[in-house]
């Protein structure tokens, strides 16, 4: 009993991290999301400490799997540290080295627990998550709660409505072959309290207007039905059937997915923009990549250099550049941010789940079998989606993908270890690090959760300036947040020590791919003289992102402070007729302080 309540209280916690949201905290969306993770994997890893320590003989039986998972979720993480040459993003590797942990300490905590209850509280877990963040959706589309997303609805506690809808379909898709056995078993209370719910969340699904959502949902959807068919009706599996429906599913997909790229064809082609510039960087850095959570400050560097190269990318696709944060292709982004190891892990990863999963819906044990289609449908849904979207980046999905990979693994994994047959040392090796572990998330939870307030506290005041020793003493826990970095930095610019405003813009810029730092940085070089550092980041800017106004109108206003006024000119007459992506009064107000310009010069055009 001990055993299954440690297991269910476990799985609750890293689930709850879908809820967590904070207005006390900086970026509330994300932070509190990444404490939740962090302070989560600590208590289950005491609980995994305990069932080891508590349990007589206790072996834990390690499957090919468990070793691939751990070298990518754990090892390759502490690899980036001694790789990673220019800044290294603590926050993200220990994200995901938590990710790591979370999934050892399950797979722990599974051992010893009947197959049959595991998948039923798999289940029931599954269905109450999607009940309240149904519930959520509802309140938000009837704002009777707040969305965090201008002009929609329905965003859970997401920052936008895409990884909710991927999240809300993840689920949904797990419970298609419940509903679809509860329907063959002839028990249709229970299979109409389950179309309810997918219908509900399909409603949300279909208005969130995520297509990579709506491919991860059908393709879910489609495992789910074929596999329980096969299941169902004892089919057996021969090669001229499967490529007969791969064909026929291709047939379908193909205009399916013309009319998906026709449907948002700018957003489709802004995505194969940031697909051909992380490319670029991939290409630079394949053999480590670039450093886990490094892909945003790295992409606009590259997108530059995409537009540089040639006249029709800009005319092309320059007027659906960004400052994105994601490539919006999950494999794309951990070849960029792993490198060769990193991508050939997750490769062996998905192929070596395949097998897992096909064994299984081949058993002749219902609860497996169960729990194999439920789990394919759920996993090709978010593997799916992360082929046109983020869905790894986003902390609530990825617990629940490789929660649902570790409960997959203890299922179809023996239990029961003969007795004598305990292992001294590998319980050794297993107490000590997650010990180890738990405390590095729970010390750090606890750090970080503290200068969060203080920094809150301290900014919320209106004498921020006379804060700046406080400030500083928080920059441990805080070195790799580019909005705390961003606030000193101010504060050293109204004190006009531009020198040390300039450190810290400039390791802001090393996190993050905000053009306001990049200005910010640029105007710090202007006010001490250093011209050209000014000019190269206002171009660096205006080169990543080639429909804005403001890189030109600050190069041109930089020429015009110097007195170059024959450069100033030709620069002020380029602004005022360009026509950037978006027509807003800080544009119109921008051309209006050039054409002021112009006119103390009697330049006017």
Known sequence: MLNIWLFRISSVLLLFNAFLVSTKLPNGLFSAKELGLWFASGIICVFAISKILFTKNYKLQIKKLDVIICSYLILLPLLSLCFTKIAINYSAILSQIALGFSYV??????????TVVLVNMLIELIVLLLCFQLVIAVAQHFLL??????????????????????????????????????????????????????????????????????????????????????????WKISKKPIWLILIICLLIALPFCFWLYQYKADSATGRILTWKVTALMIKDHWPTGVGIGNFPANYIGYQANFFHKSVKNIQNLGNLAGDNRYPFNDILHIFAESGIIGIVLFIALFFTCTQIIIKSYQQQKKDIVLLALNTAASLVAIFVAGLTSYPFSMLPIAILFWLLIAILVSATTRKLIPKNNGNALQKFVLVSALFIASSIFLYNGFNKLYAYKKWMNIISTTNKDEKLDDLLLLAKPLNNNSDYLNDIAQIYKNRKQYNKAIVYLKRANSFSPYKGYYYSLGDCYERIGEYEKAIMQYKKVGGAIPNLIKPKYLLAKLHYNRKDYVTFKKLAIETIQFKPKINSEEVSEMKQNLYDMLDKLQLNP
Not at 105 to 112: A, G, Q, T
Not at 184 to 205: D, Q
């Open 105 to 114: 300490s399950i797979r722990i905590l599974c051992v010893n627990i009947r």
């Open 145 to 234: 709660i707040p969305s965090y997303y201008p002009k929609f609805g329905a965003t859970g506690m997401f920052f936008n409505p895409g990884p909710f809808a991927i999240f809300i379909t993840a689920l949904t898709v797990f419970i298609f072959p419940v509903f679809l056995h509860q329907v063959i078993n002839k028990k249709y209370l229970n299979a109409a309290f389950y179309a309810i719910l997918m219908m509900i969340s399909t409603y949300f699904i279909i208005n969130s207007l995520s297509r990579s959502a709506w491919l991860g949902g059908l393709a879910g959807l489609f495992i789910g039905g074929i596999m329980f068919l096969l299941v169902k009706f004892k």
